[in-house]
């Protein structure tokens, strides 16, 4: 039976069968929303194939999150084997909805640095089973720059020893620097997935969606996802200030390593990013995110300028010295 009838009749099942279906935007993964409507009352129906998501994480982690003070969408109706959940419905101003209706961004970002400082300062934020986001998975991310950029721009396999040189390239920027101790990383903390929530107070005004690939690792990751955001240009002297609002909020002594992993983590991010939407378009055939390829590479370039990043960098300067010129863009 296909996806769609099986959507019909699980609406039909949790008594929704005589409401209005708006399907919603979809996003890279595999999942898809709708918003169901019913008179005045409104749901979100998520569509996530078990093959490939895990409907049980995501229920986890959003009581997880409610349970540290955060606002998640709450869980109305759950069917794991099937892959369907009925969520509440946040409504329609995304950050990213309010933004290019012309909000000042600074309130929203303010936002959403609380919710980052108040979520990493939560006495039990990583008492919660997921995966590590240890140096080895961040080498498998990485890794999407030989297995899927370098084919793009070179039309052959990457080599194995230069895949290899690439690694080791990165093995040695995370040795580096001392650790930071673990925090719990949504690592899809942008304004696309922040929602604002006029009647709640405080942190809890903050809507958090797109959480279920959390996992636990650096405390600096979240903040550069928010603040060198793939899809949207932010102001020098905005993320500055944000930077700056996070040290206080977090009470930051060690700011020196703070802000060199701040770097590593931009640039590990960045050139996750840069493979991963030539992934989208070439193995899913989802080229919209290939637009954004300039800005992500202009990021990496600045993080790349840094001396802990100095073997990455010569990594790129050796074997894709044009990378940045020759992307595809659409």
Request: aromatic share 10%.
């Amino acid at each position: 039976m296909d996806r769609k009838k099986n959507r019909e009749i699980y609406v039909q099942a949790i008594g929704w069968g005589d409401a209005e279906v708006e399907a919603l935007p979809v996003d890279a993964s595999f999942r898809r929303y709708f918003r169901l409507r019913r008179g005045e009352s409104t749901a979100i129906l998520m569509d996530a194939p078990p093959e490939h998501e895990n409907v049980p994480l995501f229920v986890t982690l959003a009581e997880h999150l409610r349970f540290l003070g955060l606002s998640t969408p709450e869980v109305l109706a759950q069917d794991d084997g099937n892959g369907f959940l009925l969520l509440e419905d946040f409504g329609h101003q995304t950050f990213t909805h309010l933004l290019a209706e012309g909000h000042d961004e600074k309130p929203l970002y303010e936002m959403a640095v609380d919710v980052l400082a108040h979520l990493q300062q939560a006495p039990n934020v990583t008492a919660v089973t997921v995966d590590p986001y240890d140096e080895e998975m961040l080498l498998r991310e990485v890794a999407y720059v030989p297995d899927w950029l370098w084919p793009a721009l070179r039309d052959t396999d990457c080599p194995g020893d230069v895949s290899t040189s690439f690694e080791m390239a990165w093995r040695e920027v995370f040795a580096s620097v001392s650790p930071l101790p673990d925090t719990l990383v949504i690592r899809d903390f942008h304004v696309d997935n922040l929602m604002l929530l006029p009647d709640r107070q405080g942190v809890k005004g903050c809507g958090l969606l797109d959480f279920q690939g959390a996992v636990i690792g650096n405390p600096a990751y979240d903040l550069v996802s928010l603040l060198e955001d793939a899809r949207r240009d932010i102001g020098e002297s905005l993320q500055m200030a944000m930077k700056d609002r996070f040290y206080e909020r977090m009470g930051l002594t060690h700011i020196v390593d703070f802000d060199a992993w701040y770097g590593i983590m931009g640039a590990q991010r960045h050139t996750k990013i840069l493979g991963l939407f030539v992934r989208l378009w070439r193995r899913d055939g989802k080229n919209g995110y290939l637009k954004h390829l300039p800005r992500v590479a202009k990021l990496l370039a600045s993080r790349l300028d840094k001396d802990e990043l100095k073997p990455v960098r010569d990594w790129f300067e050796t074997y894709l010295p044009d990378y940045s010129s020759t992307l595809p863009v659409g």
